[in-house]
């Protein structure tokens, strides 16, 4: 029996196109049923990677705090950057709040992006031997890298209250862009995961992109310090959009930058569906080729 | 199909197919997926592959490396996609392939068997009850709480089974899983996977020691270069199998015979040699196949360049991992042979075949008895062998080993212990 590739790719695939919702629901229908193993793997991913280290899980912590302190050495005692906000006076604090409040969720976008492009590759045993969900191995990348914002996030709301005695009421926010964050992140470590099976160079690309990415995202500047028609580089820049809507909920503590909110959850959501629809395309294959 | 027959079908493979596409270098995957022009060459690994097994059923599958037993095994657990045909597969896939499947080898094997349990689709409570029993049988109590690196290819193996085993599968796939571990531990896993398939749950095995497909299977699928070439019964399944792997043995032996027939490293010629080794049936018929139980003849030929006035000539029988099994010569017997310069000498032994079902070979040896035949010790081989001739055994009795015996019961009786 011979088989033209066009028509073989419909009979292992009943999946039209890259970007269609029924591949998103599929992956959120299997994720929820083996939400248990999801967690077991994402605990386990998180402690894994420090299991007969002395100090253990303590690494998780001690990574991202001494990034954040030498960001804040270089730009704010350094450099001495300030922000020139109009209603917010006291400009050496503000600087660290406000540096923080971009980095933590660019740390969640870095981090998911370079250790997505193994996510699968690495786990070659269990997608050639094992009856397993694999969308699990993408969506607990998206998973574990929020412990470090999480905790960034207390630790900044802590310094808020010292410095200022109050928090914004927008870190109510916090766990809707929580929320849309992991969908962004989820969407692109499953594009990147099944990428990465077949095509190694994607991690290279993906280094670059973290090396770079964060320059194009107002983190050490802000948006209005830029020229405006430098602004497009910014707006062009999805994960900006997430940076500027953390930004408003722990440092404006307004809806100062609306575009970015419509924008941002849009973008979560196309990233969501197009992750899932490339995966649900792609994984048939993934046996074949690791 | 009527939804009786369907209740009734654990697997249903139709037409299965399955190719690789082989790229010189991993980039033109994606050239051709994005440009759709071809960069690629095609091996197929399965073609047209249709069996059905039942629920309950143990189905054997046997075949030389390469001929696509793992492959097919993958399809049908769903970790590998097929490029042509249909898999029904009804029930929950449990399956070893190979070794440590999934393991985290910094973890424990206690939480292995947690994580790995997950893995195969049993829930957190499952696992607890299970997880004693699982250590129980895997007979790892010892080693449980250390990381599974530290584990022997054999201990993984069992944690993997004894997992695996676990799962109350209605499918459970073993793909040579066991060969690492010790025989022990083969048996009592062989006698759990008698157990799942008497409990209505199917049973796939793929190994090469024949002797497990005769005791285990219902069925026997034999692959050969990604084709079914026969399905049946586990003993005349086997002895095709057999008589080919034989085949090629024997046609290889042909090819290298020249070589196996110098005898000094100078390639001079012996005092003595054997020219013809021939098997027959004791009404004179040659043959490969013996019956276990039956006598036969060994018929040995040998050419004399010298005078030997007194020569000994005789064989081994060896099995296929070079165990010699039995050897005997006209000298054991108290009968010499005098060879002339230029004749030809034909001796016939008789034996009775008792061994058990396998493959053997025979080393034919001629050899000069210095002291005479009183000292049979003492003498010089003259020209031996390798491999004279290869021939299989099967038995109708039921017996494990490497010989047969002859045992019987003899008589059971009863009565109160003291």
Redesign the interface.
């Known amino acids: 029996?011979k088989?033209s590739?066009a028509k073989?790719n419909q009979k292992?695939s009943e999946i039209p196109g890259f970007f269609h919702l029924k591949p998103l629901l599929d992956t959120a229908r299997i994720l929820i049923r083996?939400r248990?193993?999801l967690w077991?793997?994402t605990r386990?991913d998180v402690l894994?990677r420090y299991?007969?280290q002395m100090l253990g899980a303590i690494w998780a912590f001690v990574h991202p705090l001494a990034m954040m302190a030498v960001f804040l050495f270089i730009f704010g005692v350094v450099f001495k950057m300030k922000v020139q906000v109009a209603d917010m006076p006291d400009v050496q604090y503000n600087f660290a709040i406000y540096m923080i409040s971009g980095l933590l969720p660019w740390m969640v976008a870095s981090d998911a992006m370079s250790r997505s492009c193994l996510a699968i590759r690495a786990q070659a045993?269990?997608?050639?031997?094992?009856?397993?969900p694999l969308e699990i191995l993408p969506a607990k990348v998206a998973i574990a890298v929020f412990l470090p914002i999480v905790v960034g996030h207390i630790i900044l709301a802590a310094y808020t209250l010292l410095a200022f005695g109050s928090l914004p009421i927008t870190y109510l926010l916090l766990p809707l862009l929580y929320a849309l964050l992991f969908l962004m992140m989820a969407g692109i470590s499953a594009i990147f995961a099944s990428g990465g099976v077949?095509?190694?160079?994607i991690k290279d690309v993906v280094q670059l992109i973290v090396l770079l990415g964060i320059y194009f995202a107002p983190v050490f500047f802000t948006l209005e310090s830029l020229p405006r028609v430098w602004r497009i580089l910014i707006y062009i820049n999805p994960f900006a959009h997430a940076v500027l809507c953390f930004q408003d909920a722990t440092f404006y503590g307004h809806f100062a930058h609306p575009a970015s909110w419509v924008a941002f959850p849009i973008l979560s959501l196309v990233s969501a569906i197009l992750g899932a629809s490339v995966f649900q395309k792609l994984k048939?294959?993934f046996?074949?080729?690791l | 199909m009527t939804a009786h027959e369907q209740n009734d079908i654990a697997i249903s493979a139709r037409?299965i197919?399955k190719d690789?596409?082989l790229y010189e270098s991993?980039?033109h995957?994606?050239m051709e997926?994005l440009t759709?022009r071809?960069r690629h060459k095609v091996f197929s690994a399965l073609t047209?592959i249709s069996f059905d097994v039942k629920k309950g059923e143990v189905l054997g599958i046997i075949g030389r490396n390469g001929s696509g037993k793992t492959t097919l095994l993958?399809i049908l657990?769903?970790?590998?996609?097929?490029?042509?045909g249909e898999a029904v597969v009804n029930g929950r896939?449990?399956?070893?392939?190979?070794l440590?499947?999934?393991f985290?080898m910094?973890?424990s094997g206690r939480e292995n068997i947690?994580?790995g349990g997950?893995?195969?689709?049993m829930?957190?409570k499952e696992i607890r009850s299970k997880t004693d029993a699982i250590i129980t049988f895997s007979g790892l109590a010892n080693f449980i709480d250390r990381p599974v690196r530290s584990y022997s290819s054999g201990m993984q193996a069992r944690l993997a089974f004894s997992v695996a085993a676990a799962v109350d599968p209605d499918i459970l796939i073993v793909d040579e899983a066991l060969s690492t571990g010790d025989a022990a531990f083969a048996a009592k896993s062989y006698g759990r996977m008698r157990e799942i398939a008497d409990g209505g749950a199917t049973v796939l095995l793929v190994t090469h020691n024949m002797q497990d497909i005769y005791n285990l299977c219902d069925r026997v699928i034999m692959l050969e270069k990604g084709r079914v070439t026969a399905i049946g019964e586990p003993r005349e399944i086997g002895r095709i199998y057999e008589d080919r792997v034989h085949a090629e043995i024997a046609a290889e032996h042909h090819q290298s015979a020249p070589v196996t027939n110098a005898t000094s490293p100078e390639g001079a010629r012996p005092d003595a040699e054997i020219v013809r080794t021939e098997i027959l049936k004791t009404n004179g018929h040659l043959v490969t196949e013996l019956e276990s139980g039956a006598e036969y003849l060994i018929r040995l030929t040998t050419r004399f360049h010298a005078d030997i006035p007194s020569a000994s000539i005789g064989f081994n029988i060896q099995n296929a991992t070079g165990i010699t099994l039995f050897g005997i010569s006209t000298t054991h017997l108290g009968q010499d042979v005098c060879g002339q310069k230029g004749h030809e000498v034909t001796t016939t032994l008789r034996m009775r075949c008792n061994l058990a079902p396998g493959t053997y070979s025979l080393m034919a040896v001629i050899a000069q008895n210095i002291s005479g035949i009183e000292q049979a010790y003492h003498f010089t081989i003259l020209h031996k062998l390798y491999d004279a001739a290869t021939f299989t055994v099967t038995s109708d009795r039921a017996f494990s080993g490497i010989a047969d015996m002859g045992c019987q019961v003899e008589r059971i009786e009863e009565g109160p212990s003291a």
Do not use: W
Not at chain 1, 125 to 132: D, M, N, P, S, T
Not at chain 1, 198 to 201: M, S, T
Not at chain 2, 77 to 84: N, R, V
């Open positions: 029996m088989i590739p073989k292992t083996n248990i193993l077991e793997m386990r894994d299991t007969g045993a269990l997608v050639k031997q094992v009856v397993f077949f095509v190694r160079d048939t294959f046996g074949t080729y | 037409g197919g690789f596409h991993p980039h995957f994606l997926f759709g071809s047209d993958r657990a769903g970790t590998l996609d097929k490029t042509a896939i449990s399956a070893i392939m190979a440590g499947t999934g985290n910094e973890l947690y994580l997950l893995c195969l689709g829930s957190p």
